[in-house]
């Protein structure tokens, strides 16, 4: 969505107006990489711009939650909700991040502890073996004549890295191979599901119920699979805010990019997603 689309949202007030409908929503903000852009040469930048979202972008916009009173949740908590042991707060947030990009111990982990929120990030168990990147980062790769060590300059984090942020991070599972699990049957998808969990809670020593769908792709086999296994979340393509009520589907997202400074944070808290829909089934395209 263009700069003029957002501004006018923010200014007309039509975005206060959905701000305030989706007060008692659970929001869920996806992120990937957290870069420093004061380190020039950063690998981030290079390799996937597209998903690295500035430390300063990334710092203020987890301030202004809590200035606005969000409280940060984590999917321990989603599942005392689910069971009705805990109740929520007006507003409440899930930061999390998808593909467990090393950079978020360097950049995000010291600014979730200084304004005291937690996160989940969501691990491919490939990248933490240090065994391969995603497709689009090999490919870029390429392009540009860089060769990819993985051990020498490592993108994702290790194990050892994740068991150190414990103590406000929990992990999910986002696939062995980072592939599209809409397009996989039998024993590759089952391969990337259970092992997904097994994998890291043996590694970290923790239990783990939430499943990022790599690319959100996701059907009704893979949901009865997941579920089976002993997820009790997902998150997928739709995206939005969620009704505390139906936190057994599919959980809706808002994906924050690198152009997204607090004011577009304020606008897809708001009116951005809903108007999209309505946007979207007027030009006849299918929304998730
Ligand atoms: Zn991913």
Redesign the pocket.
């Known amino acids: 969505m263009s700069k003029i689309v957002f501004n006018f949202l923010y200014f007309s007030g039509i975005n206060y107006f959905f701000r305030l409908l989706n007060e008692k929503k659970l929001v869920l903000l996806g992120y990937h990489s957290i870069v420093d852009l004061s380190k020039q040469n950063d690998y981030a930048l290079e390799l996937y711009p597209g998903l690295a979202v500035s430390k300063n972008h990334f710092e203020n916009q987890i301030s202004y939650l809590k200035e606005k009173g969000y409280v940060f949740l984590n999917f321990s908590d989603l599942e005392l909700v689910k069971e009705g042991k805990m109740l929520t707060s007006k507003k409440s947030a899930i930061i999390y991040f998808?593909?467990g990009f090393r950079d978020i111990y360097f950049n995000a982990y010291p600014i979730l502890k200084k304004y005291d929120a937690r996160a989940t990030i969501f691990l491919?168990i490939d990248f933490v073996n240090q065994n391969s990147a995603?497709k689009s980062i090999v490919e870029n790769a390429k392009t540009r004549n860089r060769k990819l060590d993985f051990s020498a300059t490592p993108i994702y984090l290790s194990w050892r890295e994740c068991a150190l942020m414990k103590d406000i991070i929990e992990y999910g599972a986002?696939g062995v191979t980072?592939q599209k699990l809409n397009e996989l049957g039998g024993q590759d998808l089952d391969r990337e599901i259970q092992v997904s969990k097994n994998e890291i809670e043996r590694n970290l020593n923790i239990r783990t119920t939430a499943f990022s769908y790599?690319?959100g792709r996701f059907n009704d086999v893979t949901e009865r699979e997941i579920r089976k296994a002993g997820f009790l979340f997902s998150i997928s393509t739709k995206y939005g805010a969620n009704d505390i009520r139906e936190l057994g589907r599919p959980l809706r997202k808002i994906i924050i990019g690198p152009e997204d400074d607090v004011k577009s944070l304020e606008v897809k808290l708001g009116a951005y997603y809903p108007l999209r829909t309505i946007a979207l089934r007027l030009l006849g395209k299918n929304y998730g």
């Open positions: 998808d593909d491919t995603s986002h980072h790599p690319h």
